[in-house]
Protein backbone atom coordinates (compact mmCIF):
# COMPACT_ATOMS: atom_id res chain seq x y z
CA UNK A 1 0.00 0.00 0.00
CA UNK A 2 1.51 3.26 -0.88
CA UNK A 3 -0.30 6.29 0.95
CA UNK A 4 1.93 9.50 -0.21
CA UNK A 5 3.81 10.16 -3.11
CA UNK A 6 7.53 12.11 -2.88
CA UNK A 7 8.86 14.90 -5.62
CA UNK A 8 11.04 11.24 -6.96
CA UNK A 9 7.63 9.53 -7.08
CA UNK A 10 5.47 11.92 -8.69
CA UNK A 11 8.09 13.02 -11.58
CA UNK A 12 8.51 9.38 -12.04
CA UNK A 13 4.38 8.95 -12.74
CA UNK A 14 4.61 12.05 -14.99
CA UNK A 15 7.34 10.74 -16.89
CA UNK A 16 5.95 7.46 -17.15
CA UNK A 17 2.25 8.84 -18.07
CA UNK A 18 3.89 10.65 -21.16
CA UNK A 19 5.66 7.83 -22.45
CA UNK A 20 2.88 5.69 -22.63
CA UNK A 21 0.84 7.75 -24.17
CA UNK A 22 3.77 8.48 -26.53
CA UNK A 23 3.79 4.29 -27.29
CA UNK A 24 -0.31 5.06 -28.05
CA UNK A 25 -0.25 8.18 -30.02
CA UNK A 26 -0.99 7.09 -33.91
CA UNK A 27 -3.98 4.79 -32.08
CA UNK A 28 -5.41 8.12 -30.73
CA UNK A 29 -4.48 9.76 -34.03
CA UNK A 30 -6.43 7.38 -35.25
CA UNK A 31 -9.70 7.82 -33.55
CA UNK A 32 -9.42 11.87 -34.27
CA UNK A 33 -12.76 13.20 -35.21
CA UNK A 34 -13.99 15.44 -32.68
CA UNK A 35 -14.06 18.89 -32.55
CA UNK A 36 -12.38 18.48 -36.35
CA UNK A 37 -11.54 15.48 -37.98
CA UNK A 38 -7.65 16.47 -38.44
CA UNK A 39 -6.07 13.20 -37.02
CA UNK A 40 -3.84 14.78 -34.96
CA UNK A 41 -4.83 14.37 -30.93
CA UNK A 42 -2.46 11.78 -29.69
CA UNK A 43 0.64 14.00 -31.52
CA UNK A 44 -0.58 16.98 -30.24
CA UNK A 45 -0.87 15.70 -26.46
CA UNK A 46 1.79 13.58 -26.53
CA UNK A 47 4.22 16.66 -27.76
CA UNK A 48 2.34 18.84 -24.97
CA UNK A 49 3.30 15.74 -22.38
CA UNK A 50 6.88 16.02 -24.37
CA UNK A 51 7.64 19.31 -22.76
CA UNK A 52 6.69 18.73 -19.43
CA UNK A 53 8.88 15.76 -19.24
CA UNK A 54 11.81 17.77 -20.52
CA UNK A 55 11.19 20.20 -18.08
CA UNK A 56 11.20 18.07 -15.25
CA UNK A 57 14.36 16.11 -16.53
CA UNK A 58 16.41 19.51 -16.94
CA UNK A 59 16.30 20.45 -13.25
CA UNK A 60 16.29 18.93 -9.91
CA UNK A 61 13.32 19.59 -7.79
CA UNK A 62 13.03 18.80 -3.92
CA UNK A 63 9.01 18.90 -3.67
CA UNK A 64 6.26 17.69 -5.51
CA UNK A 65 5.15 21.57 -5.57
CA UNK A 66 8.40 22.05 -7.45
CA UNK A 67 7.21 19.36 -10.51
CA UNK A 68 3.94 20.54 -10.42
CA UNK A 69 4.60 23.78 -10.63
CA UNK A 70 7.50 23.02 -13.26
CA UNK A 71 4.72 20.42 -15.65
CA UNK A 72 2.10 23.40 -15.35
CA UNK A 73 3.91 26.02 -16.83
CA UNK A 74 6.03 23.82 -19.15
CA UNK A 75 2.39 22.31 -20.38
CA UNK A 76 1.17 25.89 -20.72
CA UNK A 77 4.06 26.49 -23.48
CA UNK A 78 4.12 23.67 -24.95
CA UNK A 79 0.81 22.73 -25.76
CA UNK A 80 -0.30 21.90 -28.96
CA UNK A 81 -3.90 21.60 -30.67
CA UNK A 82 -7.22 21.47 -28.20
CA UNK A 83 -6.33 18.71 -26.80
CA UNK A 84 -3.22 19.76 -25.27
CA UNK A 85 -4.32 22.89 -24.35
CA UNK A 86 -7.12 21.19 -22.38
CA UNK A 87 -3.72 18.64 -20.66
CA UNK A 88 -2.57 21.68 -20.29
CA UNK A 89 -5.03 23.10 -17.74
CA UNK A 90 -5.87 20.09 -16.17
CA UNK A 91 -2.26 20.43 -14.72
CA UNK A 92 -2.58 23.40 -14.23
CA UNK A 93 -4.79 23.34 -11.92
CA UNK A 94 -3.52 20.25 -10.35
CA UNK A 95 -0.42 22.32 -9.81
CA UNK A 96 -2.30 25.22 -7.95
CA UNK A 97 -3.76 22.30 -5.86
CA UNK A 98 -0.67 21.01 -4.78
CA UNK A 99 1.04 24.67 -3.52
CA UNK A 100 3.41 24.02 -0.19
CA UNK A 101 3.27 20.29 -0.86
CA UNK A 102 6.66 17.72 -0.26
CA UNK A 103 4.52 15.12 -0.15
CA UNK A 104 1.24 14.63 -0.78
CA UNK A 105 -1.63 11.88 -0.01
CA UNK A 106 -4.52 10.26 -1.49
CA UNK A 107 -6.86 13.01 -0.36
CA UNK A 108 -4.64 15.79 -2.06
CA UNK A 109 -4.21 14.62 -4.42
CA UNK A 110 -7.68 13.66 -5.08
CA UNK A 111 -8.62 17.18 -4.83
CA UNK A 112 -5.57 18.53 -7.18
CA UNK A 113 -7.16 16.26 -9.86
CA UNK A 114 -10.79 18.04 -9.30
CA UNK A 115 -9.27 21.31 -8.96
CA UNK A 116 -7.37 20.18 -12.62
CA UNK A 117 -11.09 19.55 -14.01
CA UNK A 118 -12.49 22.63 -12.56
CA UNK A 119 -9.80 25.18 -14.18
CA UNK A 120 -10.35 22.96 -18.00
CA UNK A 121 -14.39 23.29 -17.84
CA UNK A 122 -13.61 27.03 -17.11
CA UNK A 123 -11.46 27.66 -19.70
CA UNK A 124 -13.53 25.64 -22.18
CA UNK A 125 -15.72 28.37 -23.92
CA UNK A 126 -18.61 26.25 -24.26
CA UNK A 127 -17.52 23.01 -22.81
CA UNK A 128 -18.82 20.08 -24.86
CA UNK A 129 -19.73 16.41 -22.84
CA UNK A 130 -18.48 13.03 -24.32
CA UNK A 131 -14.44 14.48 -24.66
CA UNK A 132 -11.13 14.76 -22.44
CA UNK A 133 -13.59 16.87 -20.15
CA UNK A 134 -15.88 14.18 -19.44
CA UNK A 135 -13.61 11.57 -19.16
CA UNK A 136 -11.34 13.45 -16.71
CA UNK A 137 -14.56 14.92 -14.89
CA UNK A 138 -15.38 11.02 -13.72
CA UNK A 139 -12.25 9.79 -13.26
CA UNK A 140 -11.62 12.91 -10.26
CA UNK A 141 -15.12 12.19 -9.15
CA UNK A 142 -14.30 8.59 -8.44
CA UNK A 143 -10.42 9.75 -7.02
CA UNK A 144 -12.47 11.75 -4.09
CA UNK A 145 -15.24 9.55 -3.60
CA UNK A 146 -12.41 6.96 -3.23
CA UNK A 147 -9.99 9.31 -0.67
CA UNK A 148 -12.93 10.52 1.66
CA UNK A 149 -12.79 6.64 3.37
CA UNK A 150 -9.61 5.43 1.46
CA UNK A 151 -5.97 6.20 1.76
CA UNK A 152 -4.25 3.92 -0.84
CA UNK A 153 -3.06 5.73 -3.51
CA UNK A 154 -3.22 2.28 -6.05
CA UNK A 155 -6.61 1.83 -5.28
CA UNK A 156 -7.51 5.13 -5.90
CA UNK A 157 -5.59 4.89 -9.11
CA UNK A 158 -7.51 1.39 -10.28
CA UNK A 159 -10.99 3.34 -9.79
CA UNK A 160 -9.59 6.09 -11.38
CA UNK A 161 -8.95 4.36 -14.59
CA UNK A 162 -12.33 2.07 -14.43
CA UNK A 163 -14.34 4.91 -13.86
CA UNK A 164 -12.83 6.53 -17.07
CA UNK A 165 -12.87 3.50 -18.95
CA UNK A 166 -16.43 3.45 -18.55
CA UNK A 167 -16.73 7.46 -19.52
CA UNK A 168 -14.60 6.75 -22.37
CA UNK A 169 -16.88 3.81 -24.02
CA UNK A 170 -19.89 6.61 -23.52
CA UNK A 171 -18.71 9.34 -25.34
CA UNK A 172 -19.40 7.44 -28.43
CA UNK A 173 -22.88 7.82 -27.91
CA UNK A 174 -22.67 11.43 -26.15
CA UNK A 175 -21.34 13.17 -29.30
CA UNK A 176 -23.08 12.62 -32.47
CA UNK A 177 -19.96 13.30 -34.52
CA UNK A 178 -18.16 10.21 -32.70
CA UNK A 179 -21.11 8.09 -33.08
CA UNK A 180 -21.22 8.20 -36.74
CA UNK A 181 -17.47 7.43 -37.38
CA UNK A 182 -17.86 4.96 -35.07
CA UNK A 183 -15.27 5.95 -32.26
CA UNK A 184 -14.47 6.78 -28.25
CA UNK A 185 -13.12 10.14 -28.21
CA UNK A 186 -9.42 10.58 -28.98
CA UNK A 187 -8.80 13.03 -25.73
CA UNK A 188 -10.30 10.91 -23.34
CA UNK A 189 -8.03 7.98 -24.19
CA UNK A 190 -5.09 9.92 -24.32
CA UNK A 191 -5.41 10.82 -20.81
CA UNK A 192 -6.62 7.76 -19.71
CA UNK A 193 -3.18 6.45 -21.25
CA UNK A 194 -1.34 9.64 -18.81
CA UNK A 195 -3.13 7.98 -15.89
CA UNK A 196 -2.00 4.03 -16.70
CA UNK A 197 1.04 5.37 -17.12
CA UNK A 198 1.18 7.12 -13.44
CA UNK A 199 0.19 4.19 -11.90
CA UNK A 200 2.65 1.76 -13.58
CA UNK A 201 5.16 3.73 -11.55
CA UNK A 202 3.40 3.94 -8.59
CA UNK A 203 3.52 0.12 -9.19
CA UNK A 204 7.62 0.54 -9.33
CA UNK A 205 7.13 -0.28 -13.12
CA UNK A 206 7.69 3.47 -14.82
CA UNK A 207 7.56 2.81 -18.68
CA UNK A 208 10.89 4.61 -19.64
CA UNK A 209 10.86 4.05 -23.63
CA UNK A 210 8.75 4.42 -26.53
CA UNK A 211 7.87 1.19 -28.07
CA UNK A 212 5.78 0.68 -31.51
CA UNK A 213 1.97 1.46 -30.98
CA UNK A 214 0.00 -1.68 -31.05
CA UNK A 215 -3.79 -0.32 -31.77
CA UNK A 216 -5.79 -3.15 -32.88
CA UNK A 217 -7.37 -2.80 -36.61
CA UNK A 218 -10.57 -1.14 -37.43
CA UNK A 219 -10.12 1.42 -34.45
CA UNK A 220 -9.57 4.28 -36.83
CA UNK A 221 -12.22 6.66 -37.87
CA UNK A 222 -14.35 6.77 -40.89
CA UNK A 223 -12.80 10.17 -42.03
CA UNK A 224 -14.16 9.77 -45.54
CA UNK A 225 -17.77 9.93 -44.18
CA UNK A 226 -17.44 13.12 -42.31
CA UNK A 227 -18.61 15.83 -44.45
CA UNK A 228 -17.63 19.60 -44.54
CA UNK A 229 -20.38 20.01 -42.14
CA UNK A 230 -18.52 18.85 -39.60
CA UNK A 231 -15.75 21.64 -39.65
CA UNK A 232 -17.50 25.03 -39.02
CA UNK A 233 -14.38 27.00 -39.03
CA UNK A 234 -11.07 26.34 -41.49
CA UNK A 235 -7.98 27.30 -39.33
CA UNK A 236 -6.75 25.48 -36.15
CA UNK A 237 -5.06 28.53 -34.50
CA UNK A 238 -2.58 28.29 -31.95
CA UNK A 239 -0.72 31.21 -30.19
CA UNK A 240 0.72 31.92 -26.70
CA UNK A 241 0.96 35.79 -25.77
CA UNK A 242 3.28 37.21 -22.96
CA UNK A 243 0.75 39.21 -20.56
CA UNK A 244 1.19 42.83 -20.13
CA UNK A 245 -0.29 42.76 -16.73
CA UNK A 246 -0.46 39.78 -14.66
CA UNK A 247 -4.31 41.00 -13.57
CA UNK A 248 -5.30 41.43 -17.68
CA UNK A 249 -8.72 40.38 -17.31
CA UNK A 250 -9.42 37.99 -20.61
CA UNK A 251 -12.74 37.58 -20.53
CA UNK A 252 -13.41 40.76 -23.03
CA UNK A 253 -11.01 38.63 -25.20
CA UNK A 254 -12.85 35.69 -24.61
CA UNK A 255 -16.15 37.18 -26.12
CA UNK A 256 -14.33 38.38 -29.25
CA UNK A 257 -13.04 35.25 -30.12
CA UNK A 258 -16.12 33.40 -29.50
CA UNK A 259 -17.91 35.72 -32.01
CA UNK A 260 -15.26 34.40 -34.77
CA UNK A 261 -14.82 30.95 -33.67
CA UNK A 262 -15.11 28.16 -31.51
CA UNK A 263 -13.70 25.62 -29.80
CA UNK A 264 -11.68 27.93 -27.64
CA UNK A 265 -9.91 27.14 -25.11
CA UNK A 266 -7.72 29.64 -22.80
CA UNK A 267 -4.93 28.82 -20.45
CA UNK A 268 -2.97 30.90 -18.61
CA UNK A 269 -0.54 31.44 -15.72
CA UNK A 270 1.24 34.87 -14.14
CA UNK A 271 3.54 35.85 -17.40
CA UNK A 272 1.25 34.42 -20.40
CA UNK A 273 -1.59 32.80 -21.95
CA UNK A 274 -1.90 30.66 -24.56
CA UNK A 275 -5.38 30.21 -26.96
CA UNK A 276 -6.75 27.49 -29.37
CA UNK A 277 -9.68 28.34 -31.27
CA UNK A 278 -11.00 27.30 -34.34
CA UNK A 279 -11.77 30.61 -36.76
CA UNK A 280 -11.90 31.51 -40.87
CA UNK A 281 -9.91 34.72 -39.88
CA UNK A 282 -6.68 34.20 -37.57
CA UNK A 283 -5.03 37.29 -38.63
CA UNK A 284 -8.16 38.98 -36.53
CA UNK A 285 -7.39 36.88 -33.49
CA UNK A 286 -4.26 37.41 -33.35
CA UNK A 287 -4.30 41.35 -33.71
CA UNK A 288 -6.60 41.30 -31.17
CA UNK A 289 -4.27 39.22 -28.85
CA UNK A 290 -2.00 42.40 -29.32
CA UNK A 291 -3.80 44.81 -27.33
CA UNK A 292 -3.44 42.30 -23.81
CA UNK A 293 0.56 41.61 -24.19
CA UNK A 294 3.05 40.63 -26.63
CA UNK A 295 2.34 37.44 -29.22
CA UNK A 296 5.44 35.24 -28.87
CA UNK A 297 4.95 32.06 -30.82
CA UNK A 298 1.63 31.06 -33.50
CA UNK A 299 0.54 27.87 -35.33
CA UNK A 300 -1.88 27.85 -38.33
CA UNK A 301 -3.22 25.18 -39.52
CA UNK A 302 -6.20 24.23 -42.74
CA UNK A 303 -8.23 21.77 -41.30
CA UNK A 304 -10.18 21.33 -44.44
CA UNK A 305 -7.36 20.01 -46.13
CA UNK A 306 -6.14 18.37 -43.21
CA UNK A 307 -9.46 15.88 -43.27
CA UNK A 308 -9.38 15.75 -47.28
CA UNK A 309 -5.99 14.12 -46.79
CA UNK A 310 -6.86 11.57 -44.31
CA UNK A 311 -9.87 10.50 -46.37
CA UNK A 312 -7.99 10.03 -49.19
CA UNK A 313 -5.29 8.27 -47.03
CA UNK A 314 -2.60 10.17 -46.81
CA UNK A 315 -0.34 12.23 -44.73
CA UNK A 316 -2.24 15.62 -43.56
CA UNK A 317 -0.46 18.83 -44.33
CA UNK A 318 1.00 20.42 -41.40
CA UNK A 319 2.75 23.76 -40.72
CA UNK A 320 5.69 21.61 -39.89
CA UNK A 321 7.09 18.53 -38.72
CA UNK A 322 6.08 18.61 -35.13
CA UNK A 323 9.03 16.82 -33.60
CA UNK A 324 11.34 19.17 -35.66
CA UNK A 325 9.32 22.07 -34.59
CA UNK A 326 9.15 21.13 -30.70
CA UNK A 327 13.01 20.92 -31.59
CA UNK A 328 12.98 24.57 -32.52
CA UNK A 329 10.45 25.58 -29.83
CA UNK A 330 13.21 24.95 -27.00
CA UNK A 331 15.81 26.65 -29.06
CA UNK A 332 13.59 29.08 -29.39
CA UNK A 333 12.39 29.66 -25.44
CA UNK A 334 16.18 28.99 -24.84
CA UNK A 335 16.86 32.03 -27.05
CA UNK A 336 14.04 34.03 -24.99
CA UNK A 337 15.55 33.14 -22.12
CA UNK A 338 19.01 34.42 -23.13
CA UNK A 339 18.52 38.08 -24.03
CA UNK A 340 19.56 38.81 -26.90
CA UNK A 341 22.04 42.03 -27.71
CA UNK A 342 21.64 44.79 -30.67
CA UNK A 343 24.32 44.13 -33.10
CA UNK A 344 26.51 47.36 -32.73
CA UNK A 345 25.87 50.74 -35.46
CA UNK A 346 28.47 50.49 -38.36
CA UNK A 347 26.11 52.29 -40.57
CA UNK A 348 23.37 55.45 -39.93
CA UNK A 349 19.92 53.24 -41.35
CA UNK A 350 19.10 49.60 -41.81
CA UNK A 351 15.94 48.18 -43.27
CA UNK A 352 14.01 45.39 -42.27
CA UNK A 353 11.32 44.13 -44.21
CA UNK A 354 8.38 41.15 -43.20
CA UNK A 355 7.24 38.82 -46.75
CA UNK A 356 7.04 35.21 -47.34
CA UNK A 357 7.44 33.07 -50.91
CA UNK A 358 11.27 33.36 -52.44
CA UNK A 359 10.19 35.90 -55.06
CA UNK A 360 9.10 38.36 -53.24
CA UNK A 361 12.37 37.79 -51.02
CA UNK A 362 14.38 38.58 -53.53
CA UNK A 363 12.67 41.74 -54.45
CA UNK A 364 13.06 43.39 -51.45
CA UNK A 365 17.06 41.78 -50.97
CA UNK A 366 17.59 43.33 -54.56
CA UNK A 367 15.78 46.78 -52.72
CA UNK A 368 18.87 46.91 -50.29
CA UNK A 369 16.86 45.18 -47.06
CA UNK A 370 19.54 44.05 -44.70
CA UNK A 371 16.99 41.37 -42.72
CA UNK A 372 13.99 39.56 -43.69
CA UNK A 373 11.24 37.93 -41.41
CA UNK A 374 9.30 35.21 -42.50
CA UNK A 375 5.13 35.96 -42.59
CA UNK A 376 2.20 37.35 -44.10
CA UNK A 377 -1.73 36.75 -43.66
CA UNK A 378 -2.48 34.26 -41.23
CA UNK A 379 1.27 33.39 -40.45
CA UNK A 380 1.89 36.55 -38.57
CA UNK A 381 5.24 37.12 -36.72
CA UNK A 382 5.96 37.75 -33.06
CA UNK A 383 7.31 40.95 -31.91
CA UNK A 384 10.24 38.92 -30.53
CA UNK A 385 10.59 37.52 -34.31
CA UNK A 386 10.93 40.95 -35.45
CA UNK A 387 13.14 41.99 -32.94
CA UNK A 388 15.63 39.78 -33.78
CA UNK A 389 15.88 40.66 -37.13
CA UNK A 390 16.12 44.21 -36.19
CA UNK A 391 18.89 43.56 -33.31
CA UNK A 392 20.69 42.04 -36.25
CA UNK A 393 21.12 44.74 -38.17
CA UNK A 394 24.07 47.22 -37.79
CA UNK A 395 22.46 50.48 -38.13
CA UNK A 396 21.48 53.44 -35.46
CA UNK A 397 18.47 53.43 -36.81
CA UNK A 398 16.22 50.50 -38.57
CA UNK A 399 13.17 51.30 -40.39
CA UNK A 400 10.54 48.03 -40.43
CA UNK A 401 7.96 47.21 -42.85
CA UNK A 402 5.49 44.70 -41.87
CA UNK A 403 3.67 45.15 -45.10
CA UNK A 404 0.49 43.74 -43.42
CA UNK A 405 -2.49 45.58 -41.32
CA UNK A 406 -2.17 42.23 -38.23
CA UNK A 407 1.68 43.35 -38.23
CA UNK A 408 2.01 47.04 -37.88
CA UNK A 409 1.19 46.39 -33.80
CA UNK A 410 3.71 43.71 -33.24
CA UNK A 411 6.42 45.67 -34.39
CA UNK A 412 5.90 48.89 -33.45
CA UNK A 413 6.75 47.09 -30.16
CA UNK A 414 10.44 46.66 -30.97
CA UNK A 415 10.99 50.16 -30.34
CA UNK A 416 10.83 49.98 -26.60
CA UNK A 417 12.86 46.78 -26.39
CA UNK A 418 15.80 47.57 -28.02
CA UNK A 419 18.65 50.63 -27.92
CA UNK A 420 18.31 51.02 -31.88
CA UNK A 421 15.76 53.70 -33.26
CA UNK A 422 12.71 51.41 -34.36
CA UNK A 423 10.81 53.08 -36.66
CA UNK A 424 7.48 51.45 -38.26
CA UNK A 425 6.20 52.46 -41.62
CA UNK A 426 2.72 51.30 -41.99
CA UNK A 427 2.47 49.85 -44.89
CA UNK A 428 -0.03 47.44 -44.99
CA UNK A 429 0.48 45.25 -48.12
CA UNK A 430 3.68 44.11 -49.88
CA UNK A 431 3.06 46.40 -52.79
CA UNK A 432 2.73 49.28 -50.33
CA UNK A 433 6.59 47.79 -49.03
CA UNK A 434 7.99 48.02 -51.94
CA UNK A 435 6.97 51.22 -53.00
CA UNK A 436 8.18 52.82 -49.80
CA UNK A 437 11.54 51.31 -50.33
CA UNK A 438 11.66 52.47 -54.06
CA UNK A 439 11.61 56.16 -52.28
CA UNK A 440 14.49 55.01 -49.71
CA UNK A 441 17.14 58.19 -49.34
CA UNK A 442 19.89 57.58 -46.93
CA UNK A 443 20.61 61.56 -47.35
CA UNK A 444 17.28 62.44 -45.88
CA UNK A 445 17.21 63.00 -42.53
CA UNK A 446 15.24 60.49 -40.13
CA UNK A 447 11.31 62.36 -39.92
CA UNK A 448 11.92 63.46 -43.59
CA UNK A 449 12.67 59.91 -44.75
CA UNK A 450 9.92 58.34 -42.89
CA UNK A 451 7.19 61.20 -44.20
CA UNK A 452 8.63 59.96 -47.66
CA UNK A 453 8.06 56.69 -47.53
CA UNK A 454 5.08 56.77 -45.55
CA UNK A 455 3.22 58.75 -48.38
CA UNK A 456 4.74 56.15 -51.25
CA UNK A 457 2.38 53.73 -49.19
CA UNK A 458 -0.67 56.00 -49.75
CA UNK A 459 0.03 55.61 -53.61
CA UNK A 460 -0.05 52.19 -54.09
CA UNK A 461 -3.45 49.93 -54.54
CA UNK A 462 -3.29 46.84 -53.58
CA UNK A 463 -5.73 43.76 -54.87
CA UNK A 464 -5.55 40.02 -53.63
CA UNK A 465 -6.47 37.28 -54.76
CA UNK A 466 -7.28 34.01 -52.43
CA UNK A 467 -9.52 31.66 -52.42
CA UNK A 468 -12.96 30.96 -49.71
CA UNK A 469 -12.56 27.83 -47.52
CA UNK A 470 -15.88 27.83 -46.63
CA UNK A 471 -19.36 29.02 -47.68
CA UNK A 472 -20.04 32.26 -46.05
CA UNK A 473 -22.02 35.78 -46.38
CA UNK A 474 -19.71 38.77 -46.30
CA UNK A 475 -21.67 42.10 -46.41
CA UNK A 476 -24.26 40.62 -48.28
CA UNK A 477 -22.28 38.54 -50.33
CA UNK A 478 -22.61 34.87 -50.81
CA UNK A 479 -19.51 33.42 -50.97
CA UNK A 480 -19.41 29.23 -51.80
CA UNK A 481 -16.30 27.19 -50.83
CA UNK A 482 -13.54 26.69 -53.19
CA UNK A 483 -14.13 30.05 -55.10
CA UNK A 484 -11.77 32.88 -56.15
CA UNK A 485 -12.16 36.15 -53.37
CA UNK A 486 -10.83 39.35 -54.79
CA UNK A 487 -9.71 41.69 -52.09
CA UNK A 488 -9.36 45.94 -52.73
CA UNK A 489 -7.05 47.70 -49.71
CA UNK A 490 -8.47 44.69 -47.69
CA UNK A 491 -12.31 44.97 -48.57
CA UNK A 492 -14.07 41.96 -50.01
CA UNK A 493 -14.42 43.15 -54.44
CA UNK A 494 -15.51 40.07 -55.76
CA UNK A 495 -16.34 36.23 -55.34
CA UNK A 496 -16.33 33.93 -57.94
CA UNK A 497 -15.20 30.78 -59.88
CA UNK A 498 -14.33 32.65 -62.64
CA UNK A 499 -10.87 33.92 -62.32
CA UNK A 500 -11.41 35.53 -65.84
CA UNK A 501 -14.12 37.26 -64.90
CA UNK A 502 -12.82 38.33 -61.65
CA UNK A 503 -9.69 39.84 -63.18
CA UNK A 504 -12.54 42.10 -65.17
CA UNK A 505 -13.60 43.00 -61.98
CA UNK A 506 -10.60 44.15 -60.23
CA UNK A 507 -9.53 46.09 -63.68
CA UNK A 508 -12.78 48.11 -63.37
CA UNK A 509 -12.22 48.96 -59.79
CA UNK A 510 -8.83 50.21 -59.67
CA UNK A 511 -9.08 51.77 -63.18
CA UNK A 512 -10.87 54.69 -61.15
CA UNK A 513 -7.09 55.02 -60.05
CA UNK A 514 -6.13 56.20 -63.24
CA UNK A 515 -2.88 53.94 -62.97
CA UNK A 516 0.49 54.12 -64.59
CA UNK A 517 1.97 51.03 -63.41
CA UNK A 518 0.89 47.86 -62.59
CA UNK A 519 2.48 45.13 -61.19
CA UNK A 520 1.23 40.95 -60.57
CA UNK A 521 3.12 39.17 -58.18
CA UNK A 522 2.06 35.29 -58.46
CA UNK A 523 1.94 32.91 -56.06
CA UNK A 524 3.55 29.51 -55.40
CA UNK A 525 0.09 27.93 -56.61
CA UNK A 526 0.28 29.56 -59.90
CA UNK A 527 2.06 28.37 -62.81
CA UNK A 528 3.93 31.21 -65.28
CA UNK A 529 1.16 30.21 -68.18
CA UNK A 530 -1.32 31.10 -65.99
CA UNK A 531 0.18 33.97 -64.33
CA UNK A 532 1.17 35.16 -68.36
CA UNK A 533 -2.69 34.94 -69.13
CA UNK A 534 -3.31 37.46 -66.31
CA UNK A 535 -0.68 39.51 -67.81
CA UNK A 536 -2.15 39.47 -71.10
CA UNK A 537 -5.61 40.24 -70.46
CA UNK A 538 -4.72 43.23 -67.91
CA UNK A 539 -2.43 44.62 -71.01
CA UNK A 540 -5.84 44.42 -73.08
CA UNK A 541 -7.31 46.60 -70.58
CA UNK A 542 -4.68 49.02 -69.78
CA UNK A 543 -2.64 49.66 -73.20
CA UNK A 544 -1.02 53.00 -71.56
CA UNK A 545 0.22 51.50 -68.15
CA UNK A 546 3.74 49.37 -67.84
CA UNK A 547 2.97 46.05 -66.36
CA UNK A 548 5.35 43.91 -65.23
CA UNK A 549 5.01 40.19 -63.98
CA UNK A 550 6.89 39.07 -60.88
CA UNK A 551 7.01 35.71 -59.39
CA UNK A 552 6.81 36.63 -55.74
CA UNK A 553 5.92 32.44 -54.44
CA UNK A 554 3.94 34.01 -51.99
CA UNK A 555 1.55 31.41 -49.99
CA UNK A 556 -2.47 32.15 -49.28
CA UNK A 557 -2.63 34.36 -52.31
CA UNK A 558 -2.90 33.67 -55.66
CA UNK A 559 -2.05 37.13 -57.15
CA UNK A 560 -1.04 40.46 -55.59
CA UNK A 561 -1.87 43.22 -58.01
CA UNK A 562 -0.70 46.50 -57.44
CA UNK A 563 -1.39 49.65 -58.95
CA UNK A 564 0.53 53.20 -58.90
Same mark, same amino acid.
Given at each position: MIQSIDAALFK??? %???????? &??? &?? %???????? =???? *??????SLTMGSGVTALKSGSHATVTACADTVSSALLR?? +?GNSGVILSLLFRGIGKSLKEKTVCNAAELAAAFQRGVDAAYKAVMRPTEGTILTVSRVAAEAARAYAETGDDLEEMFDRMISAGDVALAGTTEQNPVLKKAGVVDAGGKGYLCILRGMLSALL? $?? %???????EGGAGEGADFAGLSDEEITFAFDTVFIVRKKDPDVDLDPFREYLSSIGDSLVIGEDDDAFKVH??????????????????????????? =?? $? +? *????????? $? /?? *????? =??????????? +??????? =????????????????GMEAVFKNLGVDALVTGGQTMNPSTEDILRAVQSVPAETVFVFPN???????? &??? *??????????IPSKTVPQGISALVCFDDSLEPDELTDAMTDACGTVHTALITYAARDSEFDGTHIKSGEYLALLENQLLASTSDLAQLIGGIADAVRGFDPEVLTIFYG?????? /??? @?????? /? @??????? %???? /??? $????????SAE
Open positions: SMI %ISGAALLQ &QNK &QQ %INELNVFP =VPDG *DTGTNMGA +RG $QP %IEHVVTDVHTNTPGDALNAAQQYGTLELAKIENM =VT $Q +R *DDLAAGRKA $Q /ST *DDLEA =VEKELESMEAQ +RKAEPED =VPPEKKYGLVSVCAGHNKNIIMAA &QQC *DRLTDKNVVVEDVTEE /SAK @AVEEKL /S @ALFPDAD %IQLI /SGG $QPVYYYMI
